[in-house]
């Protein structure tokens, strides 16, 4: 199964879920009152729904909000969402107190202050012996 088949059978699962029958006309209309651009076709919901096609970033958004499930987890599925919950997990784990504090006001640094902190950064381990 592809990306858009999976995407399709979570976006079914999500209607369901939500105590909406998966179908285009159903889809289309509950779509179209919450949707501020641009009204969806019937086709478009149809292809949606068969996996033909995926929507963008916006409607995914919409959709997301009205069937009340992570944007994320409908356009990618939930394993994906706890795959990269454990990896920030673990990061925060890992970087903790005065690192993480300089790593916050690196990432705060304009482009120019980062690449001569990266220099002087990169130069000092390799002083140290660290590739």
């Known amino acids: 199964m ?3 088949h999976e995407f399709a059978e979570r976006l079914k699962q999500a209607m369901l ?12 209309k509950a779509f179209n009152i919450r949707y501020w ?11 949606w729904l068969k996996g033909i096609s995926l929507p ?20 990618f599925g939930a394993q994906i969402s706890r795959n990269i919950a454990e990896k920030k997990t673990r990061w ?14 690196f990432l705060g640094l304009p482009a120019e202050q980062k690449k001569i902190a990266r220099a002087v950064i990169l130069a000092l381990a390799k002083a140290n012996g660290i590739p």
Not at 92 to 105: F, K, N
Request: glycine fraction near 4%; hydrophobic fraction near 40%; proline fraction near 8%.
């Open 92 to 105: 925060e784990a890992a970087v903790a107190g005065p690192e993480r504090e300089v790593l916050e006001a």
């Open 56 to 75: 963008e970033q916006d409607k995914l958004q919409t959709l997301a909000e009205w069937l009340k499930i992570d944007p994320h987890v409908l356009r």
């Open 37 to 47: 651009g641009r009204p969806i076709t019937f086709q478009a919901a149809s292809s």
């Open 17 to 28: 879920d939500a105590g909406y029958e998966p179908r285009p006309s159903v889809l289309e």
């Open 2 to 4: 592809n990306a858009r």
